[in-house]
């Protein structure tokens, strides 16, 4: 009995040390942003590590990870892309960025969620094509959230469009053929240890 309470309490110990870490890999890619002229939405690295966290982690950890990021955004901690025109704090997830920060937590579930691993070693043409479908549907849920907070902002469906999605597109296929053979060879581990 003593022995599997030690157990349990070492894979929770992990796991919350894997939700902290994913929440940190987030903060980090945030600060790797680019400014894109003709658009209020830089280029970063976040959600292709918001999807990086989802796949690895799965889905309710995955999840848990970016609300923590998000809480720690909303506290005031720096972790969100540096903007000296953007609100601080709780008020960037209204700005115009908002809604892709808040559709993080919904993009690394689905990912985490689509992206189970196989149960043999090796990594099969199954799961990388599954590995690609759970890449483009979480991103396709992260510009969905922007999109949609941005046609709030604008009232336009069309300019939210074509400031929060379409400079996006080239980037987003670079991302996809990044992550889907990392996710594909990592997961597996990552899961098993859990």
Do not use: C
Not at 180 to 189: C, E, H, R, S, W
Request: aromatic share 4%; glycine share 12%; proline share 8%.
């Amino acid at each position: 009995m003593e022995r599997a309470l030690v157990i349990e309490r070492s894979t929770l110990g992990i796991r919350l040390g894997a939700v902290v870490l994913g929440a940190v890999l987030v903060a980090l890619a945030a600060q790797v942003a680019v400014p894109l002229p003709g658009t209020p939405v830089p280029l970063t690295l976040q959600p292709m590590a918001v999807l990086l966290v989802g796949g690895l982690l799965g889905a309710p950890l995955g999840a848990l990870s970016m609300i923590l990021y998000l809480a720690m955004g909303a506290a005031g901690l720096p972790v969100f892309t540096p903007s000296p025109v953007l609100l601080p704090g709780i008020g960037r997830l209204f700005g115009q960025t908002g809604g892709y920060l808040l559709a993080y937590p919904i993009a690394a579930y689905a990912v985490g969620a689509l992206l189970t691993p196989g149960r043999r070693p090796g990594v099969s043409r199954t799961e990388w094509a599954r590995t690609a479908v759970a890449v483009l549907a979480g991103l396709v849920l992260i510009h969905l959230g922007g999109l949609a907070q941005l046609a709030i902002l604008t009232g336009n469906l069309s300019a939210a469009a074509r400031f929060g999605t379409v400079p996006f597109l080239l980037g987003d296929l670079l991302k996809i053929a990044v992550l889907v053979p990392v996710l594909a060879k990592l997961t597996p581990t990552i899961r098993a240890r859990l």
